[in-house]
């Protein structure tokens, strides 16, 4: 185990210790933290209004981790590595329900806008992590352009998402593997009487296979690269297997009833579908693996979401030239659209095709968690022991560990139905941020941005914010109207047009741009927000009670820890510059 300080990490053995923990002098003694208690006012209004910035991010947080992650990564692993994030499950089981009860065999148009939805967020994700290739992600992107704390209540509800989609998928995994042996989904699980029943099922799998990926994540990131791109391409291989064969099966009757439920069964499909393209952020945290990120990241990250969107356009429209879209199963579409054509025997394939993908996203995803919380911890906001990367793997060990054991202990005991319903509006609400961050960033620079500028940036976001917000509203509450769109789409228009008109543009991209800007990462905030009102309100009050427990921890121990990094930063940067003063 090893600890950190604000100026690096220190090797200490295998024992933990507070140090390991809480280095900062806030945490020395009771006295210092009652006194760091008693200027949380202060330390919380300097830490509201503080921006990172590029050189800060790219520089000095990295150099906290003492070793640097290795350079393996081009634009050929970043592709598989969006694929394998993305393509999981989601094909074989959020289609069925997207094409019975909302868009019929329209559902094909579903994927498709909600993949052009997605697209404009790796856009928006792309541009940073070309300008910012480090481990954080949307946290340090966010961190430069929108402060500490919305930051650090962001990366906090993506943690916790991570941590629910991680547990699911490796349950997931036990259900399919049960299948592909011939078993009920449930049958390798083991039922202890005496605890609630939705805790009941414990899942030792799920565990194994949480614990070789953690294994495969820890040794070597070229080496999961490769066990990633081969898993992704016999997958792929599989999902082209199935067209095929579901091709042979198919009936243009089928598409007789297009659209069963109009535009609104089309859009209402979209928003369910738009989670089975999210997983592509944790691609945007290997930017410190990447040899050359203003070529691959491109490449990588936009190449995987057009690769990913035609093959659940493709795949999709095959289930409903299959079967009726009425007969199509919510559980299992294509498992038992091959059983209604009398082709019992690809349900093995279909299974062997979700083992693969749950296996990529498990490791893309504890990949992407221990990165983001990697350089959380070189801010200091969670423990700094997790900034380490190993000298030997050049891999994050100490959160990759961390990362997985709560994976592990979340998918052991808790149930597919709990974790399905604690899936939040945590990524939609990341994808918002970092649109509105990319507007930010092109738009203010602090000591250029002249003061008129500001105020009419504030104006142009707060309408662009506050249209897609009533919009999202009016979507929720309205069954079938349409007229609240004529006020709330001009507002979002006009707001949008004013800001590429009137603003003047402060940064342009030094090697790649989100192309016509303000639109796409306007359109992009829209979209995300709209997409929120399709959400129920459980998870509302989830992201509520979770980011009121991290405002909590926030203003009792991340605060002050990173106050007191952030200043000894300061400090060593004069202690710099004086010195090289002297020098001169």
């Known amino acids: 185990m090893v600890t950190g300080n604000g100026s690096g990490i220190k090797k200490r053995g295998c024992a933990c210790t507070k140090q390991d923990f809480l280095p900062e002098e806030s945490f020395q003694s009771w006295g210092n933290y009652v006194k760091a208690l008693a200027s949380t006012r202060a330390r919380l209004k300097d830490r509201l209004l503080t921006r990172s910035n590029d050189n800060l991010e790219l520089h000095q947080m990295r150099a906290r981790s003492e070793h640097e992650m290795k350079k393996n990564l081009n634009w050929w692993d970043l592709i598989w590595f969006g694929i394998g994030a993305v393509m999981g ?73 991570y941590v629910v989609s991680g547990a699911s998928v490796a349950r997931s995994w036990t259900s399919y593997f049960a299948t592909l042996c011939n078993h009920d989904p449930g049958s390798f699980r083991i039922h202890v009487s005496s605890v609630a029943e939705d805790y009941s099922h414990l899942d030792p799998i799920a565990v194994i296979v949480s614990f070789f990926v953690c294994v495969g994540a820890c040794l070597s990131m070229k080496g999961s690269s490769r066990f990633n791109s081969v898993a992704t391409i016999v997958h792929i291989v599989i999902l082209i297997f199935i067209l095929i064969t579901g091709l042979t099966q198919a009936n243009t009757a089928n598409y007789a009833i297009f659209a069963p439920n109009g535009v609104r069964g089309i859009l209402k499909a979209s928003a369910v579908l738009f989670f089975a393209y999210v997983g592509f952020d944790g691609v945007a945290t290997l930017g410190e693996e990447v040899k050359n990120p203003g070529r691959d990241i491109p490449i990588g990250l936009i190449g995987s979401m057009v690769i990913t969107i035609t093959v659940y356009c493709v795949l999709s429209a095959t289930l ?142 707060a309408l662009i914010i506050a249209s897609s917000i009533a919009s999202s509203a009016y979507w929720a509450t309205s069954d079938n109207g349409w007229i609240g769109y004529i006020v709330t789409v001009p507002v979002w228009f006009f707001a949008t047009m004013g800001l590429q008109l009137t603003v003047k543009e402060a940064r342009k991209p030094k090697m790649w741009g989100v192309p016509l800007l303000p639109w796409l990462p306007s359109a992009c905030i829209a979209v995300n927000v709209f997409i929120m009102g399709s959400v129920d309100g459980q998870s509302f009050v989830r992201f509520m009670i979770w980011t009121f427990l991290l405002l909590v921890y926030y203003l009792f121990v991340a605060l002050h820890a990173s106050y007191d990094a952030a200043k000894e930063t300061d400090r060593a940067a004069e202690a710099s510059n004086m010195e090289a003063v002297v020098t001169n």
Not at 107 to 124: H, K, M, P, R, T
Not at 433 to 460: C, M, N, P, W
Request: with cysteine; hydrophobic share 55%.
């Open 89 to 161: 499950a989601g094909i074989f089981v959020l289609t069925g329900e997207a094409a019975r009860n909302f868009a019929g065999p329209a559902v094909i148009i579903s994927y498709l806008i909600s993949g052009i939805s997605a697209l404009l967020s790796v856009l928006c994700y792309t541009e940073f992590s070309v300008e910012l290739p480090v481990a954080g992600g949307s946290f340090a992107y966010l961190r430069v352009e929108l402060g500490d704390f919305v930051a650090y209540i962001a990366a906090g509800n993506i943690l916790f998402e």
């Open 320 to 461: 409903c030239l299959m079967q009726p879209f009425s007969q199509i199963d919510v559980d299992a579409p294509f498992t038992l659209a091959f059983q209604a054509v009398g082709m019992n025997w690809a349900k093995y394939i279909v299974a062997l095709g979700a083992l693969k993908g749950m296996t990529t996203v498990l490791l893309a995803n504890v990949i992407g968690q221990a990165r983001y919380f990697t350089h959380i911890g070189r801010t200091h906001m969670a423990p700094p022991f997790l900034a380490a990367i190993n000298e030997k793997t050049g891999t994050p060990v100490n959160a990759t560990v961390v990362m997985s054991l709560a994976n592990s202990v979340v998918a052991f005991f808790t149930s597919l139905d709990v974790l399905a319903n604690l899936l939040s509006i945590s990524t939609l609400f990341i994808f918002s941020l970092v649109a509105l961050a990319l507007l930010v960033r092109r738009y203010y620079v602090a000591g250029e941005t002249s003061k008129r500028d500001q105020k009419k940036l504030i104006v142009f976001l």
